[in-house]
C-alpha cells in the first residue's frame, strides 16, 4: 500500500504533512464520535419503549386502585 505522502514530500513542505494527518485524525474523530452517539441513541431508545410499558402497567394498576376505592 503506498502512502499518499512520503518522507521527501514531507521534509520538502512540512506544513502541508502535518495538516494532512491532522485532517485524518479529525475524520477519525468525527467517524468514532458519530458512531458512539448513534449507538447511545439506539439504547435510550430502547430504554424508553421499556419504560413506556412499565408507565403504561403502573398508571392502569392506579386507575384499579382508584376504582376499588369508591
Known amino acids: 500500500m503506498k502512502l499518499p505522502i512520503n518522507f521527501k514530500d514531507f521534509a520538502k513542505n512540512p ?3 502535518v495538516l494532512f ?3 485524518i485524525a479529525i475524520g477519525y474523530l468525527y467517524i468514532d ?3 458512539t452517539l448513534t449507538n ?3 439504547a435510550l431508545q430502547e430504554e424508553v419503549i421499556t419504560l ?3 408507565y403504561k402497567k403502573l398508571n392502569d394498576k392506579f386507575i ?3 376504582k376499588n376505592i369508591r
Do not use: M, S, Y
Request: cysteine-free.
Open 15 to 17: 506544513i502541508a504533512g
Open 64 to 66: 384499579e386502585t382508584l
Open 21 to 23: 494527518f491532522a485532517l
Open 33 to 35: 464520535n458519530k458512531t
Open 40 to 42: 447511545q441513541i439506539q
Open 52 to 54: 413506556r410499558d412499565d
